[in-house]
């Protein structure tokens, strides 16, 4: 993997902490990792929202509705009625 440098500025007592708890040569690893994982979770998150967001579309699509009434008709499985 191709490495890149990066100039962070943090905390005065985050820095001597980071110093005191984490091994030496290790701070640029666990930061890139840290970093890796948040953009994990920024990604899914994303995802999430553009799902919900595509979700809400198509539940106010009535053309999609009708079309879906439609199949279920057809189908006939039964999914969403319950027998009486």
Same mark, same amino acid.
């Given at each position: 993997?191709?490495?890149?440098?990066?100039?962070?500025?943090?905390?005065?007592?985050? &820095? &001597? /902490?980071?110093?005191?708890?984490?091994?030496?040569? %290790?701070? =640029?690893?666990?930061? =890139?990792?840290?970093? /890796?994982? &948040?953009?994990?979770?920024?990604? +899914? #998150? %994303?995802?999430?929202? %553009?799902?919900? +967001?595509? &979700?809400?579309?198509?539940?106010?699509?009535? /053309? *999609?509705?009708?079309?879906? #009434?439609?199949?279920?008709?057809?189908?006939?499985?039964? *999914?969403?009625?319950? #027998?009486?």
């Amino acid at each position: 993997m191709a490495n890149k440098h990066l100039n962070l500025t943090i905390d005065i007592n985050t &820095y &001597y /902490e980071a110093k005191r708890l984490v091994p030496p040569g %290790q701070i =640029s690893k666990l930061f =890139s990792k840290f970093l /890796e994982e &948040y953009l994990k979770k920024k990604k +899914k #998150e %994303q995802l999430r929202q %553009q799902l919900i +967001k595509d &979700y809400q579309a198509n539940t106010k699509n009535k /053309e *999609l509705q009708k079309e879906l #009434e439609i199949y279920d008709e057809a189908i006939g499985d039964g *999914l969403d009625n319950e #027998e009486k």
